[in-house]
């Protein structure tokens, strides 16, 4: 009654069907942990953003990678901005979308160290090559603050780090890289600026991150051991189909046979 399972088609599609259920339901694991981790972070930031900010050397050291749990943690650096090294950061977008460039400043401390400070975006003026004009901070000792974020590379950020830029423009932000180009010590990571607040000409500071959407991922998760869950369903309707089929293709057959034999 069931031999057909055993044909070439029958079997190549079992096999389809063995494979998609762990392939479904190891995706929905996937996004299940992709929502951990988004609803995780989120948490971070939030406590992050509301905390009392803390001295930047207190949560960072040259060539240490910044803690998970301190990411976007208020911190206060006081020193004095070196427009001389500064650079800019290439094909970065602001909050409506428009591609420029994210303004990274060294800020040197008074024991002789550095923070990297993103000040903000600038508008490109539609050149990728010129070094853009970039609105001066304020001279003199200041107090910055900002978000202490980590360094970035292109595996953690998918931005290629391309080789022969021109001069003083980089693809990433990262203390290691600014290290040796600047010959001192830089605290590992960067900030992005919050305050003091831009005059009518600086760079726009960066927004606060989002961290109240934790995203579609659940929902997907759930959508991928549904599937998972109806692969065998699906298997079990084309069997009862076929083995119906074949029994009415059987019958047919047989009756006019019964009927010459009747004759």
Sequence with gaps: MYRFLLSRQWVILTLVALLLIPTMIKLGFWQLHRHEHKVALNKVISQSLTATPVPAESVTAPGQHVKHADL??????????????????????????????????????????????????????????????????????????????????????????????????????????????????????YIEQTAPAPRGDSPELIPDPEH???????????????????????????????????AEAAASATAPEAATVAA
């Design 72 to 189: 976007y943690r208020r911190v206060t650096a006081k020193g004095t901005f070196d427009t001389a090294h500064e650079v800019v950061v290439r094909r970065r977008t602001n909050a409506d979308g428009e591609v420029g460039y994210h303004v990274l400043t060294p800020l040197d401390l008074d024991d002789g160290r550095v923070l990297l400070v993103n000040r903000g975006w600038i508008d490109s003026n539609g050149s990728q090559t010129a070094f853009p004009k970039i609105p001066a901070p304020a001279q003199g000792e200041i107090t910055v603050t900002g978000r202490l974020m980590p360094d970035e590379t292109t595996g953690d950020s998918g931005i290629k780090n391309i080789q022969g830029l021109p001069d003083r423009q980089v693809m990433l932000i990262n203390s290691e890289q600014q290290a040796k180009s600047l010959g001192k010590q830089v605290l590992g990571g």
């Design 212 to 246: 109240n959407d934790i995203g579609p991922h659940m929902a997907y998760a759930i959508q991928w051991w549904l599937f998972s869950a109806g692969v065998p369903v699906g298997w079990l309707i084309l069997v009862r189909r076929e083995r119906r089929d074949r």
